[in-house]
């Protein structure tokens, strides 16, 4: 049995880390206009009944000693607009179908294969630099659909942003019907990301950072 040791202070400095390359002056200011990310469809699977924990591990539920089962990836990314300003205080949620194609929802197919150790949906508040963080697995296709992972986001006075992550390269892509709707190649890449097997990670762990560019503009 593989087991991970998993150490909530080491998750919380290697998210400490992850931020360091948000520290380049400028890195965003120069440039004129981000795409905006494309909205899409919130689905039907959004948890009817939140889990006991909603923090930013997916792979490990509260205190629990076993882990999900998945290819582990570290999700991250900013809430920006098209200037790239940060929006701060956004509330980003994720929610995914777990390694046998079952979401935490109770009409989701797969329900009996469903694996208790993956918490199915997390959320993370960005801060100054709108940045989140999650730790959860890379998505698996289920009947109908390629791999994704759901996002929304949500914010004081504003109406609740929903759109969804794809793999990049992943050959289901491009007979998904939600995918293929996204015509402009530029907006299709917006939503496209590549999972990156982490240099070094004796677990074979994957990193994957997805923006999402919105298009409004972040309260002063
Ligand atoms: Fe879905």
């Given at each position: 049995?593989?087991?991970?040791?998993?150490?909530?202070?080491?998750?919380?400095?290697?998210?400490?880390?992850?931020?360091?390359?948000?520290?380049?002056?400028?890195?965003?200011?120069?440039?004129?206009?981000?795409?905006?990310?494309?909205?899409?469809?919130?689905?039907?699977?959004?948890?009817?009944?939140?889990?006991?924990?909603?923090?930013?591990?997916?792979?490990?539920?509260?205190?629990?000693?076993?882990?999900?089962?998945?290819?582990?990836?570290?999700?991250?990314?900013?809430?920006?607009?098209?200037?790239?300003?940060?929006?701060?205080?956004?509330?980003?949620?994720?929610?995914?179908?777990?390694?046998?194609?079952?979401?935490?929802?109770?009409?989701?197919?797969?329900?009996?294969?469903?694996?208790?150790?993956?918490?199915?949906?997390?959320?993370?508040?960005?801060?100054?630099?709108?940045?989140?963080?999650?730790?959860?697995?890379?998505?698996?296709?289920?009947?109908?659909?390629?791999?994704?992972i759901?996002?929304?986001?949500?914010?004081?006075?504003?109406?609740?942003?929903?759109?969804?992550c794809?793999?990049?390269?992943?050959?289901?892509?491009?007979?998904?019907?939600?995918?293929?709707?996204?015509?402009?190649?530029?907006?299709?890449?917006?939503i496209?990301?590549?999972?990156?097997?982490?240099?070094?990670?004796?677990?074979?762990?994957?990193?994957?950072?997805f923006?999402?560019?919105?298009?409004?503009?972040?309260?002063?």
């Amino acid at each position: 049995m593989t087991s991970i040791c998993y150490d909530r202070r080491r998750f919380l400095a290697r998210a400490g880390l992850t931020s360091l390359w948000l520290a380049v002056p400028g890195a965003f200011a120069e440039q004129l206009a981000l795409t905006l990310t494309p909205r899409q469809a919130e689905g039907p699977f959004y948890p009817d009944k939140l889990p006991l924990d909603t923090d930013n591990d997916l792979i490990i539920i509260n205190d629990a000693a076993t882990p999900s089962v998945g290819e582990i990836t570290w999700l991250s990314g900013r809430i920006l607009n098209a200037r790239g300003e940060p929006f701060r205080n956004a509330t980003v949620e994720i929610w995914q179908c777990d390694q046998n194609g079952a979401y935490l929802h109770s009409r989701t197919s797969n329900r009996e294969k469903r694996d208790g150790n993956f918490q199915g949906f997390g959320r993370f508040v960005t801060g100054s630099t709108g940045e989140y963080l999650f730790r959860t697995i890379k998505p698996v296709p289920y009947p109908g659909r390629t791999p994704h992972i759901h996002f929304a986001v949500k914010m004081k006075g504003r109406e609740k942003f929903t759109t969804q992550c794809y793999v990049q390269g992943h050959p289901g892509n491009e007979r998904d019907g939600l995918y293929k709707a996204v015509r402009d190649p530029k907006v299709k890449a917006a939503i496209t990301v590549p999972f990156v097997a982490i240099a070094g990670s004796p677990i074979g762990e994957l990193a994957a950072k997805f923006d999402i560019v919105l298009g409004l503009t972040p309260p002063a």
